[in-house]
């Protein structure tokens, strides 16, 4: 059984930071790209950014210079800096990673979810 258990979402003032943190735990064989996604109340889920094996990222334009996201693959965790919040930054945050598992026919990729803490910006 895989699991991802995100942590630090909250309430933060616009201008503040915030840090969340997704670790994941199971019978995990590997781990590919990780990432955060968001969804506003009335929105679609966007994608925050994404980090590669190779510590690659991509971000969304609206958060490029303020987000950063991070990888610590000997505690299975990646990391999301939230720094100058914004009013618009407000959403739940759910933490994504595509991880090779063992399945009934051998090994395979697959996309995994945290539960989504919620971010609030709000003065």
């Known amino acids: 059984q895989v699991q991802l258990v995100e942590s630090g979402g909250g309430l933060v003032q616009p201008g503040g930071s915030l840090r969340l943190s997704c670790a994941a735990s199971?019978?995990?064989?590997?781990?590919?790209?990780m990432g955060w996604y968001r969804q506003a109340p009335g929105k679609e889920r966007e994608l925050v950014g994404r980090?590669?094996?190779?510590?690659?990222?991509n971000y969304a334009e609206s958060v490029k210079g303020r987000f950063t996201i991070s990888r610590d693959d000997a505690k299975n965790t990646v990391y999301l800096q939230m720094n100058s919040l914004k009013p618009e930054d407000a959403a739940v945050y759910f933490c994504?990673?595509?991880?090779?598992?063992?399945?009934?026919?051998?090994?395979?990729?697959?996309?995994?979810w945290g539960q989504g803490p919620q971010v609030t910006v709000s003065s």
């Open positions: 980090i590669t094996v190779g510590v690659r990222t």
């Open positions: 994504n990673a595509r991880l090779g598992v063992t399945g009934p026919t051998g090994a395979y990729e697959s996309d995994y």
């Open positions: 199971g019978s995990i064989l590997w781990f590919n790209a």
